[in-house]
C-alpha cells in the first residue's frame, strides 16, 4: 500500500516542475565535473609561483626551533583562533600557532580584494563577539573589519605569543616513546607537542585553473586571494585607478567575483568576464548596525543568535528566526510545503523537501 505523501509535487501546485529542474541542474552539474578531479587545477609552483606571493608581509629569516609545547594548532584561522581562546580560558600556557601568512586571519589575511565580506551574518560568522565585547559595524562585515576581530582575539588571548607565522608544516608524526607529536616545518622546526590540532581551511592557497598557455601569458596576472594593490591601485574599498587604461580579465563567477567585479567594472578601461556556469545570485540587504538594536543587546546574545542560526539551518523548530536572511529563509520554506509534522517523514522525504524548499527559492 502506497501512503500519500504529506506535501505536493505537482508542477502546477508548485508553480515550477521538479523534474525539469533536477535535469536541469545535472546538466550544469555535469558541465562543471571533470574526470581528472582535483588534477584539473594548477599548483602555484615552478613558472607559476608568483601566484603564492604574500604582498601584506616581508619575508623574515629565523633559526630552526627545537623545542616543546603543550598544545600546537595548525592554522591561524577563525577555527585556530577559537581553539587558541578555549585553550587560554582553561589556563593552558605551552601553546603554538603554526601559518605560513604573516598574522592571524587565514581566510581573511589573504582574501584582501576590494569589496570581499562574509556572505553569513557577522552577528553569527564573527567568533568570541561576547568575550571580547564587539558588536559588528554592519551585517555583512567587509575584509578589513574580519580580519582586524582575528588580531583583536589574538591579542586579547595573548596568542602572538610562541606563534610561528610564515611557517609551513610539512610533516608531522607520532613518537611512541615519548608520547609527543614531532611537528616539522619548511623553517626547519622539530616543535614537539603533547597535543595537535588541525585548523588549516582551504579557502588560503590559490586554485589555479588548467588552461593551456597560461605561462607564456606576458601581462601582469594574480590570484584575487592574493590581490596586488601595487599594480592596481586602491583598496578593499574599490577605487583601482592604475586600472583605467588597463584591459582585465577575470576567469570565473562565483562569491568572489561577484564581490569584486563591481569593483574592476568601474574603474578598469574594459572588463571581461569569464563564466563556465552561472552563479545563483540573491539580494545582499547588508545594512550598517542599528544603534538602538545594539544598545538593547544582553550580555550572550551572541550564543544565542548562533544556536538559533544553527537550529534553523539543521530543521530544527524554533519559536523565532533571530536572524531572518536568505539562509534561513529556504528552511523557513520548508514548514509551509509540508502538512503536518516534519519529524514523521521519513528520510527520504526530509531531502525532497529540502530540495523543493531550495527549488522555490532558486525560482525567486
Not at 589573504?110 to 567568533?127: F, H, K, L, T
Request: aromatic share 10%; charged share 30%.
Amino acid at each position: 500500500m502506497t501512503t500519500a505523501k504529506p506535501y505536493t509535487t505537482d508542477p502546477t501546485e508548485l508553480g515550477f516542475d521538479p523534474e525539469a529542474l533536477r535535469n536541469k541542474y545535472a546538466h550544469e552539474r555535469d558541465k562543471r565535473l571533470r574526470p581528472e578531479g582535483f588534477g584539473q587545477y594548477r599548483a602555484a609552483s615552478g613558472s607559476l609561483r608568483e601566484f603564492m606571493i604574500d604582498h601584506y608581509a616581508e619575508p623574515f629569516e629565523r633559526e630552526p626551533l627545537n623545542d616543546e609545547v603543550e598544545f600546537a594548532i595548525i592554522g591561524g584561522g577563525y577555527g585556530g583562533l577559537l581553539a587558541g581562546a578555549r585553550l587560554r580560558e582553561i589556563g593552558v600556557e605551552h601553546i603554538r600557532i603554526i601559518d605560513r601568512a604573516g598574522d592571524f586571519g587565514g581566510t581573511w589575511y589573504w582574501n584582501r580584494y576590494p569589496g570581499a565580506q562574509c556572505d553569513i551574518e557577522s552577528y553569527v560568522y564573527m567568533p568570541l563577539l561576547d568575550e571580547l565585547d564587539y558588536v559588528p559595524t554592519e551585517r555583512y562585515a567587509h575584509a578589513p573589519e574580519l580580519l582586524q576581530h582575528s588580531i583583536n582575539i589574538a591579542r586579547h588571548y595573548d596568542l602572538y605569543r610562541d606563534t610561528c607565522f610564515q611557517t609551513e608544516v610539512t610533516g608531522m608524526e607520532w613518537e611512541e616513546d615519548s608520547r609527543r607529536w614531532i611537528i616539522r616545518t619548511n623553517r626547519g622546526d622539530a616543535i614537539r607537542a603533547r597535543f595537535v590540532a588541525m585548523a588549516n581551511g582551504p579557502l588560503t592557497r590559490p586554485k589555479l585553473p588548467g588552461l593551456p598557455g597560461v605561462e607564456k601569458f606576458r601581462g601582469h596576472r594574480f590570484h584575487t586571494s592574493r590581490w596586488d594593490y601595487d599594480y592596481t591601485g586602491g583598496s578593499s574599498d574599490g577605487n583601482l585607478h592604475k586600472l583605467r587604461d588597463k584591459r582585465v580579465g577575470i576567469i570565473g563567477t562565483g562569491a568572489t567575483a561577484i564581490q569584486c567585479i563591481p569593483h574592476l567594472g568601474a574603474d578598469a578601461q574594459h572588463l571581461y568576464v569569464f563564466q563556465r556556469t552561472p552563479s545563483s545570485v540573491d539580494v545582499r540587504n547588508n545594512a550598517p548596525t542599528d544603534p538602538e538594536w545594539k544598545a538593547k543587546l544582553k550580555p550572550g546574545w551572541h550564543r544565542r543568535r548562533v544556536v538559533n542560526f544553527n537550529e534553523t539551518l539543521g530543521g530544527g523548530y524554533t519559536d523565532e528566526d533571530m536572524v531572518g536572511d536568505g539562509w534561513t529563509d529556504v528552511f523557513r520554506r520548508v514548514g509551509g510545503i509540508v502538512v503536518g509534522d516534519i519529524d514523521a517523514l521519513t528520510e527520504a522525504q526530509k531531502e525532497e523537501v529540502f530540495e523543493l524548499a531550495d527549488f522555490k527559492k532558486m525560482q525567486e
